[in-house]
């Protein structure tokens, strides 16, 4: 099969969620505040606005006029914010620091130890580098990733729960290609979420474009659940719970073996893809950027843009999916 598939394609059969307490789940999916949400993404977006830009002297001049994004690439600020977010929490937090040139890197690494199992590990991450203020891209990730962590932190669970705040995404996933290649030890990264641009949502019949080869609703009001045939499962999973829980209109695409085709480079372009290419799993969680959003990587990347209520959805169904992986709540 040379290109990405809807889940709903491959599977006759709904799968099953063996041991999943849906009740205590919504609970825990019930917790996410939306207004919470919204503040958040607000203060990661202030923290872009007032920060210094990524120098981009190692740019051509002719690269930096096709490319103007790449000189306002901000990070340090945001990276701040996470932080004191997560010790705000009481989470055991760390950073690993790379310095190669000609991007540097400061991964933030926030973790709830699991009760029986903590060698197995649940990611959740989002990158918080941005482009001019970066209210999609990826202020809601941010947002999505602080707000599951203040809810979490109020449950036990077997696995051990892990935050991630991977840096400098916008260069060519940097960060994340870092982290997981350094992966070394006893413990075992047992599932991963990625989240990247999860709150621009339009529901005006033919504001979706199809990513080429891939058939797709045309209308902008779906989160696009991306996974690979390792991951297959964990994509399984995420579509049951909601089918079950009713939070979000959600579409499951399978990508092939790695996810590297010809006709699926698009689904390639965020933090899972170094955990894809190095075997691990990991479901990539998005609106779909700019086969939706006119705003991508432009000044115009703005909160006004910003669908609060189905943003909320993702984050509750996200809240729903961790917590079952990591065995719990307890």
Same mark, same amino acid.
């Given at each position: 099969?040379?290109?990405?598939?809807?889940?709903?394609?491959?599977?006759?059969?709904?799968?099953?969620?063996?041991?999943?307490?849906?009740?205590?789940?919504?609970?825990?999916?019930?917790?996410?505040?939306?207004?919470?949400?919204?503040?958040?993404?607000?203060?990661?977006?202030?923290?872009?606005?007032?920060?210094?830009p990524v120098p981009c002297s190692w740019l051509t001049e002719d690269q930096r006029s096709r490319h103007e994004q790449v000189c306002h690439l901000t990070r340090e600020k945001a990276g701040a914010l996470m932080q004191r977010r997560f010790e705000a929490l009481g989470l055991s937090v760390?950073?690993?620091?790379?310095?190669?040139?000609?991007?540097?890197?400061?991964?933030?690494?926030?973790?709830?130890?699991?009760?029986?199992?903590?060698?197995?590990?649940?990611?959740?991450?989002?990158?918080?580098?941005?482009?001019?203020?970066?209210?999609?891209?990826?202020?809601?990730?941010?947002?999505?990733?602080?707000?599951?962590?203040?809810?979490?932190?109020?449950?036990?669970?077997?696995?051990?729960?892990?935050?991630?705040?991977?840096?400098?995404?916008?260069?060519?996933?940097?960060?994340?290609?870092?982290?997981?290649?350094?992966?070394?030890?006893?413990?075992?990264?047992?599932?991963?979420?990625?989240?990247?641009?999860?709150?621009?949502?339009?529901?005006?019949?033919?504001?979706?474009?199809?990513?080429?080869?891939?058939?797709?609703?045309?209308?902008?009001?779906?989160? &696009?659940? %991306?996974? $690979?045939?390792?991951?297959? #499962?964990?994509?399984?999973?995420?579509?049951? @719970? /909601?089918? !079950?829980?009713?939070?979000?209109?959600?579409?499951?695409?399978?990508?092939?073996?790695?996810?590297?085709?010809?006709?699926?480079?698009?689904?390639?372009?965020?933090?899972?893809?170094?955990?894809?290419?190095?075997?691990?799993?990991?479901?990539?969680?998005?609106?779909? &950027?700019? %086969?939706? $959003?006119?705003?991508?990587? #432009?000044?115009?990347?703005?909160?006004?843009? @910003? /669908?609060? !209520?189905?943003?909320?959805?993702?984050?509750?169904?996200?809240?729903?999916?961790?917590?079952?992986?990591?065995?719990?709540?307890?």
């Amino acid at each position: 099969m040379a290109g990405a598939t809807l889940l709903g394609v491959l599977s006759c059969s709904r799968p099953v969620l063996e041991g999943a307490q849906l009740e205590q789940l919504a609970e825990v999916a019930g917790q996410v505040d939306g207004d919470r949400l919204m503040d958040t993404v607000s203060e990661v977006v202030k923290a872009h606005q007032e920060d210094t830009p990524v120098p981009c002297s190692w740019l051509t001049e002719d690269q930096r006029s096709r490319h103007e994004q790449v000189c306002h690439l901000t990070r340090e600020k945001a990276g701040a914010l996470m932080q004191r977010r997560f010790e705000a929490l009481g989470l055991s937090v760390r950073r690993e620091e790379a310095t190669n040139a000609p991007h540097p890197t400061s991964n933030l690494i926030a973790e709830m130890r699991g009760t029986t199992r903590p060698e197995e590990v649940v990611l959740l991450g989002a990158h918080y580098d941005a482009f001019y203020a970066g209210a999609d891209d990826n202020s809601t990730g941010v947002a999505a990733v602080l707000e599951l962590a203040r809810v979490l932190s109020g449950y036990k669970f077997d696995r051990t729960v892990r935050f991630v705040g991977f840096d400098m995404e916008e260069f060519g996933l940097v960060g994340s290609t870092r982290y997981i290649t350094g992966q070394n030890g006893p413990e075992r990264i047992v599932a991963s979420m990625v989240f990247d641009c999860i709150g621009y949502y339009d529901t005006r019949e033919g504001s979706q474009q199809s990513l080429p080869g891939l058939p797709a609703p045309t209308t902008g009001d779906f989160l &696009a659940v %991306f996974g $690979n045939d390792v991951s297959s #499962q964990r994509v399984s999973e995420i579509f049951a @719970l /909601n089918e !079950a829980l009713k939070l979000a209109k959600v579409t499951p695409v399978i990508s092939p073996r790695d996810g590297t085709t010809p006709l699926t480079g698009d689904l390639m372009r965020s933090d899972h893809a170094p955990f894809w290419l190095t075997g691990h799993e990991a479901i990539f969680l998005t609106d779909t &950027a700019n %086969f939706r $959003n006119r705003h991508y990587h #432009q000044p115009t990347d703005t909160m006004d843009t @910003l /669908n609060p !209520a189905y943003f909320r959805r993702t984050v509750q169904l996200s809240a729903a999916t961790i917590a079952y992986w990591a065995g719990g709540p307890r």
